[in-house]
């Protein structure tokens, strides 16, 4: 691994250590509501994934639910993107699928307005917050996955753009 992303990588860790799931959608939930499931089995597919911390998911978990990533919830995309992030990193010379990109399309879908979870359904959840130092992480991730290997084949030009809009506002 060079010299950057090992860097990217560490600053993503550090960035998003403290991160957790706090309620948000897990990626068994997401499915389940690609899978247009009933509240109840929603709530029962949480049971799938019983991670507390984004760092101890299994990275052939991470792969198989790629495509769920675009049913989370703002929580549960704040929860897992560390983990595609670094999984893009660790993998970007091998492969070339949605576990790379998921997280730079995520971040064109999170909530403009983050005073509450619009995505929830819940609206006296706390604040979403996205600090400086996670969006310059996420920033730095997606300018070198573009730069390493061009732009992303499941991410529309404007998906990047507005990932890149929100990352560096």
């Known amino acids: 691994m060079d010299d950057i992303?090992?860097?990217i990588l560490d600053q993503v860790k550090t960035a998003f250590w403290k991160v957790r799931l706090n309620g948000g959608?897990?990626?068994h939930q997401a499915r389940a509501c690609d899978d247009y499931k009933s509240d109840h089995e929603i709530e029962q597919a949480g049971r799938h994934d019983p991670e507390k911390h984004w760092i101890s998911i299994d990275s052939e978990k991470l792969s198989r639910l790629a495509d769920a990533v675009f049913f989370l919830d703002a929580r549960g995309f704040l929860f897992y993107a560390p983990a595609y992030m670094i999984l893009g990193l660790k993998q970007i010379d091998t492969n070339e699928g949605l576990e790379t990109e998921a997280a730079i399309v995520g971040w064109s879908k999170f909530p403009d307005n983050l005073g509450y979870d619009a995505s929830s359904k819940d609206k006296d959840m706390p604040a979403?917050?996205?600090?400086a130092q996670q969006k310059q992480?996420?920033?730095a991730y997606i300018n070198y996955i573009v730069e390493y290997r061009g732009a992303p084949g499941y991410c529309s030009e404007e998906d990047l753009?507005?990932?890149r809009s929100f990352l560096q506002a």
């Open 25 to 27: 959608l897990t990626l």
């Open 128 to 131: 979403i917050r996205v600090t």
């Open 137 to 139: 992480a996420a920033l």
């Open 161 to 163: 753009k507005k990932a």
């Open 5 to 7: 992303r090992q860097h």
